[in-house]
C-alpha cells in the first residue's frame, strides 16, 4: 500500500527529516519575529516575539516532569488496587 | 405552530421497532432514525412548541431558538456517525440503549421548564448506564453502578436546587439565572448541572466509566451527556465566575491524566474533562464571544472527540486491548485507522485547517479580550498537553514505537466509513469555518486565520513536539491505575462495609447474647404463664386461620412460576387495575 511505502521511507531517511525539522523550528521563530515588526497588542505576551515558542517549550517540559512526577509519588498504584 | 415534530420521537418509536426487523431492514431502519431526525432539523423554524399545562405548571417540550438549534445539528449529525460505526452490533437493546440516550438528550436540549428538562436528564442516565453493561464484564458492570450512582447524586441536587428554585420564583421556568441573585437553589441546579459537564472535583464518573464501556457505547456516550451539561449552562449560568475558574482548572487537570494514563480509552476520556473544560470556562466567561466558542467548542469537539474514541474502539475491537503498552507499530497493520485517528487528534489539538483551530482559539480569544491572562495562559497550557498526550503520545505509542507482537486489520468497512466521514466532517469545518459559525447563537465577528493566531499556534504545538521527541523515554506508558476522587466512594464504599461487617456485627453479637442469656430467661417465665392461656383461648382461633392461610399460599405459590416474564406480567396487570381503581374513583 501506497501509505505503508510513504512511511517506510520516511523512517529510513531519519537524518534528513530530522534537519527538515529542525530548519522548520528555526523558520517559525523568524516569523513570528517578522510578523511582530510594527505591531503593538494590548498585553506584554503579545509584544515579545517568540513568546509562544517558550511557551511551549517549557510547558510541554513542565507537563511531562511534574506529571510522571506526581504519578510517581503517590498516583500511581498496582492496577488492582480496587481488587 | 403544530407542524413541529419533536426530533426524539424518532429515536423513540425506532427503538422500539427494531426487534421485529431482521437482517438488511433493520440497519436500513438504524439509519434511518438519525436520517430523519437531521431532515426534521433542518426544516425546524424557531419558535415555542409543545406546551401542555399539568398540574399547574407548563411544561414546554419544543423551545427551539439558535442555541439549542446548534446543538440539535450536532447531535442529530452525531447519532448518525455513532449509528453508522454501531451498524455491525447484533444487540437490540444495544441500538435502543443509544436512541433511547441520544434522544433524550435532543429532549434535554429543547426543554423550556426545568420539569421536562428534569426528566429527560434522568433518561439519560438510566439508557446511557447500558451502554457500559453490555460490555458485559465485570469491571464494566461495576463501573455502570458507579456511573448510575454518581448521576443519581447529581440528579438529586438538580431535583432539590429545582424545587427550592420553584418554591422561591413560584416558576419553573428554565431562563438565564443572574450570579447576583444567585441562592443557594440556583447553585444546587448548578451543581446538579456541573456533575454532568464533569467539572471538577464531579467529575470522576467520567474517566471511570467512559473507558469501559463497549467499543460503539463509547462513542456514543463522550459526545451526549457532558454536551447536553455544556448546553444547561449556557443557557442557564453564562457569566458565572465560579465556572470560568473550574473551567480552566478543568482543562489542566484533564490532560495531566492524559499524559499519564495507559489505556488509550482513559486518554481520552480524561481529555474530554479538559475539552469540556474549555466549554465550561467559555461560559464562565460569558461574553458573545465566549458563549459563541462554547457552542462551536462544543460543535467540533463532539465530532473529533468521537473519531478518536472510534480510532481507539478500532484497536481495541481488533487487538483485543487498548493498553499503550501492549500496542505498537499497528501503523503496518490498520494504516488507515491510523491516519483517522490522526485527523481526530490534530483537529482536538488546534492545528490549521482542521476544526479545533476554529473553535477552541474563540475561547481562547475571548478570555484574552476580557484581558484574563490567567486563563488564557492555563488554556494554552492545556493545549500542549493535549497534541502531547492525545496527539502524539497515543499515536506514537500505539501505532508506531516498539513492535508488539500483534497482527491485527482494519476494522469492518462501516466502522472505516463512520471514521472517514467524521474526518472529512472535521476537515471541512477547519476549512470552511463560516460553515459552522452559521449556526452559532450570536453573530460571529471572528476570524481564525490571522498570521498572529497561525504563527502562535504553530509554535505552541511544533515546540511541544520538539519536546516530545527530546524526552520520549520519560513518556513511556506504564501499566499502572492511577488514584483519582472516585477513591473517596470507591472506598467509602468500603468503609461502610467495614463498619457493618465488624462494628454492627459486634453489636449485633452483643444484643444477641444480651437476649439469650437475659431475655431467655424473662421469656420463659413468660412463656409458663401465656401458655394456659395460649392452650385454652388462642388455638381454636389461630388453627382457624392457619387453614386459610395455606389455602391462600397455594394459590400464590401457582403464581410464583419463577419467570420473570410472569412476574412483570403480574406487575403490569397490578398497576393497570391500580390505574383503573383510580379513574373509577373520580
Keep these: 500500500m501506497n501509505i505503508l511505502k510513504y512511511i517506510e521511507s520516511l523512517r529510513s531517511n531519519m537524518k534528513t527529516l530530522k534537519k527538515v525539522l529542525i530548519a522548520y523550528l528555526v523558520i517559525l521563530v523568524v516569523f513570528d519575529v517578522v510578523i511582530h515588526i510594527g505591531h503593538h497588542g494590548h498585553y506584554f505576551i503579545d509584544n515579545i516575539p517568540g513568546y509562544w515558542t517558550i511557551f511551549g517549550f517549557i510547558g510541554c517540559f513542565i507537563l511531562i516532569k511534574v506529571g510522571k512526577g506526581i504519578a510517581h509519588l503517590f498516583l500511581s498504584k498496582d492496577e488492582d488496587f480496587y481488587g | ?586
Design chain 2, 1 to 586: 405552530m403544530d407542524s413541529w415534530i419533536h426530533p426524539a420521537f424518532f429515536f423513540f418509536i425506532g427503538s422500539l421497532l427494531l426487534p421485529f426487523i431482521k437482517g438488511n431492514a433493520k440497519k436500513f431502519i438504524i439509519l434511518l432514525i438519525p436520517v430523519l431526525s437531521i431532515i426534521d432539523v433542518a426544516i425546524m423554524r424557531e419558535g415555542v412548541y409543545g406546551s401542555f399545562h399539568f398540574l399547574g405548571t407548563t411544561l414546554v417540550f419544543g423551545r427551539v431558538d439558535k442555541l439549542s438549534m446548534v446543538f440539535a445539528w450536532v447531535f442529530t449529525i452525531m447519532a448518525f456517525l455513532g449509528s453508522l460505526y454501531a451498524l455491525h452490533v447484533k444487540e437490540d437493546g444495544h441500538h435502543a440503549a443509544g436512541n433511547f440516550y441520544v434522544g433524550s438528550s435532543l429532549g434535554a436540549i429543547f426543554a423550556g421548564d426545568y420539569l421536562t428538562l428534569f426528566i429527560f436528564w434522568e433518561i439519560m442516565a438510566f439508557s446511557s448506564v447500558f451502554l457500559v453493561w453490555y460490555r458485559k464484564e465485570k469491571q464494566s458492570i461495576d463501573a455502570g453502578y458507579r456511573y448510575l450512582l454518581v448521576h443519581v447524586f447529581g440528579g438529586l441536587c438538580f431535583f432539590t436546587g429545582m424545587m427550592l428554585y420553584a418554591y422561591k420564583t413560584g416558576s419553573f421556568e428554565f431562563e438565564r439565572i443572574l450570579q447576583s441573585g444567585a441562592g443557594i437553589p440556583e447553585y444546587l441546579i448548578l451543581a446538579g448541572f456541573a456533575l454532568n459537564a464533569a467539572v471538577i472535583p464531579l467529575h470522576a464518573w467520567l474517566p471511570d466509566a467512559y473507558p469501559e464501556a463497549t467499543v460503539e457505547g463509547a462513542v456514543f456516550m463522550c459526545a451526549f451527556t457532558t454536551k447536553t451539561a455544556v448546553y444547561v449552562l449556557a443557557r442557564g449560568f453564562p457569566g458565572f465566575e465560579v465556572l470560568a475558574i473550574l473551567g480552566t482548572a478543568m482543562t489542566v487537570y484533564g490532560v495531566f491524566y492524559a499524559v499519564i494514563e495507559n489505556n488509550i480509552r482513559r486518554v481520552l476520556a480524561y481529555h474530554i474533562v479538559s475539552q469540556v473544560g474549555y466549554m465550561v470556562a467559555g461560559v464562565g466567561i460569558g461574553t458573545e464571544l465566549a458563549i459563541n466558542g462554547a457552542c462551536a467548542h462544543a460543535f467540533a469537539h463532539i465530532l473529533y472527540k468521537a473519531l478518536l474514541f472510534m480510532g481507539a474502539g478500532a484497536v481495541l475491537y481488533m487487538t483485543g486491548t487498548a493498553k499503550l503498552t501492549k500496542l505498537g507499530g499497528l501503523y503496518k497493520y490498520m494504516p488507515l485507522t491510523m491516519i483517522f485517528y490522526i485527523v481526530g487528534a490534530i483537529s482536538i489539538s488546534g492545528f490549521p485547517l482542521f476544526s479545533g483551530f476554529v473553535s477552541k482559539s474563540m475561547i481562547v480569544a475571548s478570555a484574552h479580550e476580557e484581558g484574563r491572562l490567567m486563563l488564557l495562559t492555563f488554556m494554552n497550557l492545556a493545549g500542549i498537553g493535549t497534541f502531547l498526550s492525545v496527539g502524539l503520545k497515543v499515536t506514537y505509542f500505539a501505532f508506531f514505537g516498539k513492535e508488539a507482537p500483534i497482527k491485527a486489520k482494519e476494522p469492518p468497512k462501516n466502522m472505516l466509513w463512520a471514521m472517514g466521514l467524521t474526518s472529512a466532517l472535521c476537515f471541512i469545518i477547519g476549512v470552511y469555518p463560516d460553515s459552522l459559525y452559521v449556526l452559532l447563537p450570536y453573530p460571529v465577528e471572528y476570524h481564525p486565520y490571522t498570521l498572529t493566531h497561525l504563527s502562535e499556534m504553530l509554535q505552541i504545538l511544533s515546540f511541544t513536539g520538539l519536546v516530545f521527541f527530546l524526552l520520549v523515554k520519560k513518556l513511556s506508558p506504564e501499566e499502572k491505575l492511577n488514584l483519582d476522587l472516585d477513591i473517596f466512594y470507591r472506598m467509602g464504599g468500603r468503609v461502610f462495609m467495614w463498619i457493618d461487617n465488624y462494628i454492627i456485627s459486634v453489636i449485633d453479637g452483643f444484643w444477641g447474647e444480651l437476649y439469650r442469656t437475659l431475655g431467655l430467661k424473662i421469656l420463659f417465665k413468660n412463656g409458663d404463664i401465656s401458655y394456659g392461656f395460649d392452650r385454652k383461648v388462642i388455638d381454636g382461633v389461630v388453627d382457624g386461620s392457619a387453614y386459610g392461610v395455606r389455602g391462600v399460599g397455594g394459590i400464590v405459590k401457582k403464581l410464583q412460576t419463577g419467570r420473570i416474564q410472569a412476574y412483570m406480567g403480574f406487575a403490569v396487570l397490578f398497576i393497570v387495575l391500580i390505574i383503573w381503581l383510580l379513574i373509577r374513583g373520580m
